[in-house]
């Protein structure tokens, strides 16, 4: 059964320090999401692509957060520099065209010390 | 703007009980409604998706329903396990199609005493 990757599964950073997280969705899927979840609440969206594009950016901190989908496929999700309120865990999504699901991948739990 | 709220936060109950998780929201103008269960520290895992049009889903021990006039749906959990442990979240797309952003509830942590 197909399934969203992401990686690393796990990270540990210091603040001010760059962290990076990479999301690989179910092939053929032509939306992808990245959300945050903070410990105790429901996941909130960072961003969507349709397929290269962005398509919502309206809750991305963008003085230090990236996000980018090059060829449509792969996104890598950019925090620069991190700081102690970006603990979180990191959750990417993706939905086909004729799908009405969003299947999560199992995200990237960030500690910033 | 759409809000969503689950109630309550968390819940214990010993096995073998039957319960309910409630969710509510604000426009009833939905495409669907998706319950996902969550493990401490996991992903979520889609459990049921109910379109606007119907009125309940079913899946194993797992009925989930829908009433937009009242902007609620339930998730009934019948005869609870131990390994039914986990937090349960209700989400909506934004708008009148599948194609938004999900909004999420807070979740309800669901402990099952053995």
């Known amino acids: 059964e197909a399934e969203v990757a992401q990686s690393p599964r796990y990270k540990i950073t210091e603040k001010s320090q760059a962290v990076a997280f990479w999301c690989d969705p179910i092939?053929?899927?032509?939306?992808l999401y990245w959300y945050r979840q903070i410990l105790g609440q429901g996941p909130e969206l960072l961003v969507q692509?349709?397929?290269?594009?962005?398509?919502?950016d309206s809750q991305l901190p963008k003085d230090r957060f990236s996000a980018e989908r090059l060829k449509g496929v792969d996104s890598t999700l950019k925090i620069q520099p991190a700081e102690l309120g970006d603990s979180a865990m990191y959750l990417c999504a993706s939905r086909g065209l004729a799908e009405y699901e969003q299947y999560f991948g199992p995200g990237t739990r960030l500690t910033v010390t | 703007k759409q809000e969503v709220t689950q109630i309550p936060a968390a819940l214990s109950v010993p096995e073998g009980e039957n319960l309910v998780l409630n969710c509510s929201f604000t426009d009833s103008a939905i495409y669907n409604l998706q319950w996902f269960r969550q493990d401490p520290g996991k992903g979520l895992t889609s459990l049921l998706l109910?379109?606007?049009?119907?009125r309940e889903q079913t899946s194993g021990r797992l009925n989930a329903s829908l009433d937009k006039s009242s902007g609620r749906s339930t998730l009934y959990i019948a005869a609870s396990q131990p390994g039914d442990s986990a937090t349960y979240l209700c989400a909506l797309p934004t708008g009148s199609s599948n194609t938004g952003k999900l909004i999420f509830g807070q979740g309800t942590t669901l402990q099952v005493k053995p």
């Open positions: 692509f349709q397929d290269e594009s962005v398509v919502d």
């Open positions: 109910i379109q606007s049009s119907q």
């Open positions: 092939s053929g899927h032509a939306t």
